[in-house]
Each structure stands twice: as C-alpha cells, then as structure tokens.
C-alpha cells in the first residue's frame, strides 16, 4: 500500500497533475484531444430499431417507443476496445474491538440460614443489555475500497485502498501508465450518493468520464423499497414488473408517473415511494437503455468488481465469528489484491508492482 500511494504520487507527478489527482493546463488540454472511440452509427441504428421491435410487442405505446428511440440516440456507445471500464464499491467487515471486556462474577453472598427458595425473575440491573444491544445499532465495520480496471474482454487489474479518494489516485495513476486517460473511461457504480460525487468531482476535467447506474443494484434498489411500500408480495410484483420494464428500456419519466399512479389502497407505507422518486431524478443521467447496451455487447453492470470484492475480502474475511482490525482488513486485502493481480513474485523479489494488465484467463 505504502508502495502503491509513492508510485502514484509519482506518475501523476511526471504527467502534470498534483498529490491529489487535480490536473495542470498541459494535462487537460492532453485529455481533451484524446479519441472519443464509438461504434458505428449503422450498427447502433441496426440494435436500436430491433429494440423498438421488441418494445411494441411487449406491450408499450408507440409514444413510449418514441421517446425510448429519442433518448437513446443521444446516448453514447463505446467501442470496447477503446474504452476503459472501472467498477469500484466498498467491501465491509466486522471491526475487531481493540479490548475485549470480559465480565467478572459478582462477589460470593454473606452466609445466612437457608430459606425456600422460589423462583424470581432476574433484576433488570444485573443482566441487563448493553447500551449498543439495547439501542439497536449496528457493529462498527471495516471498509476496502475495491476497483476493477477492465478493457475489452480479457484485459483487467484490481486496486484496493483505504479511502475512495485513495483507490481513484491509483486508478488515475494507471491509465496514466498505460496511456489510456485519453479515451473514454466508463464507472459503474450502485447509486451510493458518496461514491458517484467523489467520482464525479474526482474526473469533473475530464471531458468523456460516464457514470452508469449497475443494472442489478437498480433491480435490487425496487425490489425492497417496493417491499417496504406495498401490502404484501402479490402486490409487490404488480408493480415491479411495468416499473422494470420502463427502466430497462431507459424510461426514467415513465417510471417516476408510475409510481405516482400507485393507488393508496395498494402502500402501507409511501416514505418508500417518495425515495424511488428522488433516487430515479438523482440517477436519470446514469441510466441508459439497458436492451440496446446489451444488443450491443455492451457492459450493463459491475459485476466485475462484486466478483473482485468477493475474490480479496470477502470470501477469507466474512466468515462466521471472524472480526478484524483495520490495518489487519486493508493489509489482507492488499496482499490478495497482489495475488490477483499475478504481482506477488515480483513484489516478493524486486518490491515493485508493474501497473499493466493481466489476462484474465492468467
């Protein structure tokens, strides 16, 4: 880690940009006369009247085609092998406490003639929960920062840190090493607020920086506040469905009247509804038309870095009974993210990790 945070430092350095990633003159106007890799318009053309198709026979009306068609075609779509993919998400774990209490039992009671004894119910003040139990709050946690570098289908690299900000430096001290700030660079992210400003203020120079909303954590996202909404399943998946299918075709107006047309007899709860509503006017830029991505061969999700996640923490460090330090946690995952990345022979003889890609198939 302490390796990876001087390196960065370093090559951002060589290359015009400050300690905290924010670039010179020299390096935006490097940026800004980069390639702007598409696909071809015809081919774009030829997916999107075949999604149309599909609309129409799935039951939307031709003005929900229409605009469909209309938003889409202002969308962009990379060509894969010019584009960079970047995954990053937080893997958390429990927090080991840093002493352990361990209780003493109380003190032996002054002799007395013994007398009946009945059963009594516990004083409250001996036995009495702990004032986090009682409270209900949750267990301190540990979080990693993890990201996946990915280009075209077998090319990737994983990164881990302690910070977001810190995981986006590495990040930007890639591309840097391989040339890549130059062409597109594509996030996929949950929808956490925190993650998608940091990004965001992290790139804002950057002229073909994208964020798009994973679509499973979008599915995943309805699925429980409609949950929380709606009296009962059967209910629920009334619903779900005509909300999916308008978000899958990009329909984020549509989505938002729906749930606005929801009849009152069908919520429990509207507090749920009303966060749906402001989660889809916060995330519209970064929900595309999912069917012509996929048409397309296009990345719809970040899965890549909820298999990296589960790869370098989670699957040794999520067991039952186990908790860990921080330094423990982020010191672990940086060794496994090391192994992934194929580097641990040359970090074992020469103490340097080389930021290039490594074949997946590897």
């Known amino acids: 880690m302490d390796f990876l945070e001087r390196h960065s430092q370093t090559v951002l350095q060589q290359h015009g940009f400050d300690a905290q990633g924010r670039p010179s003159e020299a390096a935006v ?9 598409r696909l071809e318009a ?16 799935r039951g939307l009306t031709p003005a ?6 209309r938003r889409a075609t202002k969308a962009v779509y990379e060509d894969p092998t010019q584009c960079v993919n970047v995954a990053v998400d937080d893997v958390t774990v429990k927090k080991q406490k840093a002493h352990r209490q361990r209780r003493t039992p109380p003190p032996p009671a002054a002799s007395a003639p013994p007398e009946p004894v009945t059963p009594a119910v516990t004083p409250a003040s001996d036995h009495s929960p ?5 409270s209900g709050r949750q267990r301190p946690q540990v979080a990693n920062t993890v990201a996946r570098i990915e280009q075209g289908s077998k090319k990737r690299f994983t990164l881990s840190g302690s910070s977001f ?32 400003q940091t990004i965001l203020a992290f790139f804002t120079w950057h002229p073909r920086v994208w964020l798009l909303l994973d679509w499973y954590h979008l599915v995943k996202k ?3 506040d409609l949950s929380l909404a709606c009296r009962g399943r059967t209910i629920r998946n ?13 329909l984020v107006t549509e989505a938002q009247q729906y749930l606005t047309t929801i ?5 429990k709860d509207t507090v749920p509804i009303e966060r749906l509503k402001h989660y889809l006017d916060r995330n519209e830029g970064s929900i595309p038309c999912y069917a012509l991505r996929r048409r397309l061969g296009l990345r719809n999700g970040s899965s890549p870095v909820e298999s990296a996640n589960n790869e370098v923490t989670a699957r040794r460090q999520k067991r039952n009974g186990m908790s860990w330090s921080k330094a423990g946690s982020q010191a672990l995952t940086a060794l496994s993210v090391l192994v992934c990345n194929h580097c641990q022979a040359i970090w074992v003889r020469k103490h340097t990790i080389p930021l290039r890609f490594v074949n997946k198939a590897a």
């Open 238 to 250: 009334q619903h779900l469905r005509p909300l999916l299918r308008f978000l899958w075709y990009g």
């Open 64 to 69: 929900q085609v229409v605009t469909a068609r």
């Open 42 to 57: 015809a081919t774009v053309e030829e997916q999107l009247t075949a999604v149309c198709q599909e609309m129409a026979a």
């Open 29 to 37: 106007a490097a940026v800004a006369a980069g390639v702007d890799g």
């Open 130 to 134: 702990t004032p986090a139990a009682s």
């Open 222 to 224: 309805f699925k429980e």
């Open 165 to 196: 900000g810190q995981v986006l430096r590495f990040v930007l001290a890639f591309l840097l090493t391989n040339n890549l700030l130059g062409g597109r660079i594509h996030f996929f992210t949950d929808g956490y607020k925190s993650l998608q």
């Open 263 to 267: 009849p009152a007899n069908d919520l």
